[in-house]
């Protein structure tokens, strides 16, 4: 999975990433971090090292774990059972998601887990789950020694308390594939009898006996369909009708049920076949349309849970005892402990002199904070002391944040809306209805009784609206899966619908148009010695700031000297003395340089012996090409930018938001909100392209939200569409192909309206047989199927998008 | 011609027991995943290995 390993240095045997400011050499390979080593070392110590066999560098960088998490809440009861599935003599079974998983070495090893550890029977993985399902003795292991083991191996498992519903997910997976074989094997089977009805107006056997077993057979055939497969469309007419209200399935099951009714009557009464064929066909083709439409992309979750952000279990001070309790034991009043790089899981009260706080999570802005004891504490922050004591001033589940996030997202994200062809149905459905009644007055007032009774089923038959059901469940579908082929993750098929009214797209810079993590050192100033140089690294080298970070990285420097008296100073500066020389690097301010320039990037000053030599500019590295795909997107959409940095880049994007209105800066999440709103006022649909948590009211604002994701273990705020960063340049050609949609879905109304018309106007005059409308029917119907999904592969063709 | 009601039962009982074989495979799990076995026959047998 797309992991570059840059060639000109040495790379990390276990996790492919480049060894950048430390090479630990063990085993005569080379380890980026201790983290990777002791992984190597623990796989080494049990002859796994296969691992390393299947894939290059399978391993999980160790760099960015955060060891300081505590498992000590596992040990209690009513916390397992919300983790184990069940439980039979010494046997337990668990299963657990792990977001890292990523390759086949993965799966091999996490499959032999039984191998590292005594204890643990068998392991198995569900890999676009990305799920570990564990059968271990309990007698032997605790879940907490497991939890612990997984971690240790670079695949520490994500914990959920409240996560119950996944099996229920895979019952129903299941359930509808029983309904499409079932419904499948009996269309087919249904088929075959009817046809020597097909061609003989009925009686090609000449024996009434072969005659009536083949439609007794049928009609047995399709009592499954009927009673069964076709369960859900009444189930859910039902619940709409009742509450006085529409729904696509509403002329279905009127038609399943029509169909069934006339077939029993004409096999009953007059020994003919009927419309069971059709009626399964409906059935069958519907269900499978859905089940395409409905498929799930496991590994992704739109509606993200706030919980899955905050820790799940905390640590509560007690009488001068930590003790590890899981979230939702939390209450007012407690007393917890935050440590370094840790979330605040509540709002609370600071209870120690003071600390400091990035609210970057919430924000989006990396921007530290001081407070002070007694101050409130908002749920989100990062903690970015060695370690801190807060008072719960509010239980997890009121928090600010919380609100923030349940505030308009329930009511954006629930709705289910019909898609428009799908109120053309409804219209559809009723004409014909009316339609077929009228024609059957109009015989039965002539007092032709029989053409009349002919001439109803007829109508309601041939018309049956599924045609057009079909064409707009099956191009979505067809289309949902070919663009997730693109990277390009969809919600539902609504979203299709609107996506295609978007006229302005409102664009994230961090994160989105620049790396969210990348950055471009440029050193401004007088010239420095290459002593001076490998001065500057040595000092940076002693701080975890991600300024001495991008600082370091730039020098790129292999040893370093030693550094005394190295004081750092918070949000302002480090310094220390290398040799004899005193090294500062720091703030404008800190250092007493006069601003030259206001507001442009990020700056790093240096000075020697406290006289300044000149400063790095950091900013963020814009993505490869994204001018090119920003200037080719706005000769068709209205271009937009929000960003929550300082306005440095102002000149660098004028060229491309060049509108008046388009380019702004400085932006919190509310005012973010508020243009959105701004513009849909001027009847303009939003879409909003962002990357973060930041962005989540955005999003909700926005017509559509589309997160930019760089891996699929990201945490994403809920929106409509998720886009793989590699697929950001095709993203014109992605959204023009959905507007082609419309087309598509066209040409098949037009098929489907020609069937219709020539099926019609021989109905209405009585003049159609009931057999020739059955064969009409399933026709109409392959042809619809087919051009829908020989259009769906001819227009990604031509948009050059894998298929 | 009556002959026919016989291949028909016979078609049926076939096609029938084929459907039965897909819903038991379905039940027992068999296409829960369908991603993950094709990469766990790729694997070696097990075989402590020692290292090069």
Redesign the interface.
């Known amino acids: 999975m797309g992991k570059t390993i840059s060639i000109s240095s040495t790379v990390c045997y276990h996790c492919g990433e480049a060894c950048l400011s430390t090479i630990i050499r063990f085993d005569d390979k080379d380890f980026c971090c201790s983290g990777c080593k002791s992984v190597y070392d623990i796989l ?1 110590q049990n ?1 796994l ?2 691992y390393y066999n ?1 894939t290059q560098n399978p391993g999980i960088s160790q760099q960015r774990v955060h060891f300081n998490t505590y498992y000590d809440f596992l040990d209690e009861v009513h916390n397992q059972e919300k983790l184990i599935f069940f439980k039979e003599g010494k046997q337990t079974h668990l299963k657990l998601s792990i977001p890292n998983m990523h390759c ?1 070495s993965c ?2 090893l996490l ?1 032999h887990l039984n191998s590292l550890q005594a204890g643990i029977i068998s392991s198995r ?5 990305k799920e570990i399902y564990i059968v271990y003795n309990h007698e032997e292991i605790s879940l907490k020694e497991i939890v612990i083991l997984l971690k240790k191996i670079g695949y520490e498992p994500h914990l959920s308390l409240d996560d119950l519903t996944k099996k229920q997910a ?1 019952q129903l ?2 359930k509808t ?2 309904k499409i ?2 419904a499948g ?1 009996c269309f ?2 249904i088929m ?2 009817s046809l020597p009805d097909y061609f003989s107006n009925g009686y090609f ?1 000449n ?1 009434p ?2 005659n009536n ?2 439609n007794y ?1 049928a009609l047995a055939l399709s009592i499954p369909v009927l009673f069964y497969c076709a369960t859900e469309f009444f189930v859910s007419s039902w619940q709409v009708l009742k509450q006085k209200q529409m729904n696509i399935d509403v002329p279905i099951a009127l038609a399943i049920f029509i169909a069934f009714v006339m077939s029993v009557v004409q096999i009953v009464g007059y020994h003919r076949m009927g419309y069971l064929d059709s009626m399964s066909g409906i059935v069958f083709f519907m269900l499978l349309g859905r089940f395409f439409q409905n498929k799930t992309y496991n590994y992704l979750t739109f509606q993200k849970n706030l919980s899955s952000y905050l820790p799940i279990a905390v640590n509560k001070y007690e009488n001068g005892v930590e003790k590890n309790i899981a979230l939702a034991d939390v209450n007012i009043g407690d007393e917890i402990v935050i440590r370094h790089q840790e979330i605040v899981p509540a709002d609370g009260l600071l209870m120690q002199e003071h600390a400091w706080f990035d609210y970057s999570f919430v924000t989006g802005e990396s921007n530290w904070v001081e407070k002070h004891q007694n101050e409130i504490i908002y749920a989100g922050a990062i903690q970015k002391n060695s370690s801190c004591l807060l008072r719960i001033s509010k239980k997890p589940s009121q928090s600010y944040i919380t609100q923030l996030w349940n505030s308009k997202q329930a009511e954006k994200y629930q709705t289910n809306k019909m898609l428009t062809t799908e109120k053309i149905n409804i219209y559809f459905s009723f004409t014909v209805l009316i339609l077929g009644i009228l024609a059957c007055a109009y015989w039965c007032f002539q007092g032709q009784y029989q053409i009349g009774f002919k001439a109803l089923i007829t109508v309601w038959i041939v018309a049956c609206p599924c045609a057009l059901l079909l064409s707009s469940t099956f191009t979505y579908g067809n289309l949902l899966h070919i663009l997730a082929q693109n990277g390009m993750y969809i919600k539902n098929a609504s979203v299709l619908e609107k996506i295609k009214k978007v006229d302005t797209l409102v664009f994230d810079k961090t994160g989105t148009i620049t790396h969210s993590n990348k950055t471009n050192v440029e050193y401004i100033g007088q010239e420095l010695s290459p002593r001076a140089w490998k001065e500057i690294y040595s000092l940076s080298y002693h701080s975890i700031h991600p300024l001495s970070k991008a600082i370091r990285k730039h020098i790129n420097e292999t040893e370093s000297f030693e550094v005394h008296q190295f004081i750092a100073h918070e949000g302002q500066g480090i310094e220390g003395i290398i040799g004899d020389r005193k090294v500062k690097l720091g703030s404008q301010k800190w250092l007493n340089v006069t601003q030259s320039q206001a507001n442009r990037f990020t700056k790093v000053y240096v000075s020697f012996d406290d006289e300044v030599m000149g400063y790095f500019e950091i900013k963020n590295e814009y993505r490869k090409d994204i001018f090119q795909v920003l200037k080719r997107l706005k000769s068709y959409f209205t271009l937009h930018l929000l960003s929550g940095d300082n306005d440095a880049e102002r000149n660098h994007l004028k060229p491309i938001f060049d509108q008046e209105d388009s380019l702004h800066f400085n932006q919190l999440p509310e005012q973010k909100t508020a243009h959105i709103e701004a513009l849909q006022q001027k009847g303009h649909t939003v879409m909003m392209i962002g990357d973060g948590l930041n962005d989540a009211k955005a999003f909700e604002q926005s017509d559509i939200g589309m997160a930019i994701i760089e891996n699929e273990n990201n945490f994403l705020p809920a929106c409509d569409v998720i886009l793989k960063v590699e697929q950001l340049g095709k993203i014109q050609s992605l959204l023009k192909y959905i507007s082609q949609a419309k087309t598509i879905l066209i040409v098949c109304f037009v098929i489907s309206l020609v069937y219709n018309i020539i099926g019609l106007s021989f109905a209405l005059q009585g003049k159609l047989t009931p057999v020739v409308a059955a064969i009409l029917m399933p026709i109409s119907t392959v042809s619809i199927v087919g051009t829908s999904f020989l259009l769906s592969r001819l227009f990604a063709k031509q948009h050059k998008l894998t298929i | ?2 002959v ?2 016989l291949l ?1 039962a016979f ?2 009982s076939i ?2 027991a084929f ?1 039965i074989a ?2 038991v495979s ?2 027992s799990g068999q ?3 369908v ?2 076995p094709s ?2 026959m ?3 047998d097990e075989k ?4 090069k």
């Not at chain 1, 993985?125 to 789950?129: A, K």
């Not at chain 2, 402590?48 to 290292?51: D, G, R």
């Open positions: 080494q002859q090292c296969n299947i086949s799966i091999w499959e993985v569900t890999f676009l789950e895979k997976n299941r594939l029983y074989a079932i094997f087919g089977n075959m009898l056997f024996e006996l072969l077993a083949f057979i | 011609m009556a026919m009601i028909i078609s049926l096609a029938t459907l897909f819903i379905t039940k296409f829960d995943d991603h993950t990469i766990r790729l694997f070696e402590p290995k020692t290292k």
